[in-house]
């Protein structure tokens, strides 16, 4: 089986490990993982703050980088949804306004094919045991995107059980917003801030050393009021956990 990654942006410039990991967790189950150097930027910062004609170009670009690939995984479910459920919109409001049906081809062509990482191991390739090796305690917090956009449901959470070694508590309050929402903690920083500062007390409580997501934007929120707090728990992305072994420890 081949694959595509689409690392997205916060991965590529922040969060290089999560990319590998993703390659090296794939790589380890059979499937053959491409890296299509065209990818760039899916266009959701432009479209959450309302420019869906600067998005446009965005979602040619992206589609044309995975033409030809039955699956395309991901490491994040905001661009997941971003992809899934914005494409098609701005190809029917394009379409509307009268500027013809490429882009709505495009995006149906592309969306089907686009899946988050836990999807992709849990529904394509039908495992929960992906051979990993992570002797820690860990909390799991879903993000909004997979949680309500995509509905991962317990596909984290049956991945993480099956890790060797993983002590997996259960996060209080863990179907509430951390506050990041991309742009929302930009144009609102203090409400950002204190939802923020609530998921971590909640983490706080769980005793766990990790706080571990599947996006890794909620997660450099998190991180950063961690940080600030003298926390020592750290944040994790799944992939990192999953692509872990006894033999290839994380670094």
Known sequence: MRAALFVTCVNDALYPRTG??????????????DFPAAQSCCGQPQYNTGYR???EPLLRRTARAFDGYSYVVTPSGSCAAMIREHYPRIG????????GGELAAAAASLAPRVYELTEFLVDVLGVTDVGAYFPHTV???PSCHGLRALGLGDRPRRLLAAVEGLDLVELPGAEECCGFGGTFAVKNPDVSTAMGADK????????????????NSCLAHLDGLLRR???????LHLAEILAATEEEPLP
């Open 20 to 33: 590998i990991a993703v390659v090296r967790l794939l790589e380890r189950l059979g499937v053959d993982v």
């Open 53 to 55: 004609y600067e998005t």
């Open 92 to 99: 029917r409001k394009a379409a509307e306004e009268g500027r």
């Open 139 to 141: 909390t799991y917090h």
């Open 200 to 215: 971590i007390a909640a983490a706080a409580c769980t005793g766990a050393r990790i706080l571990c997501g599947a996006d």
């Open 229 to 235: 707090a003298d926390s020592p728990m750290r944040t």
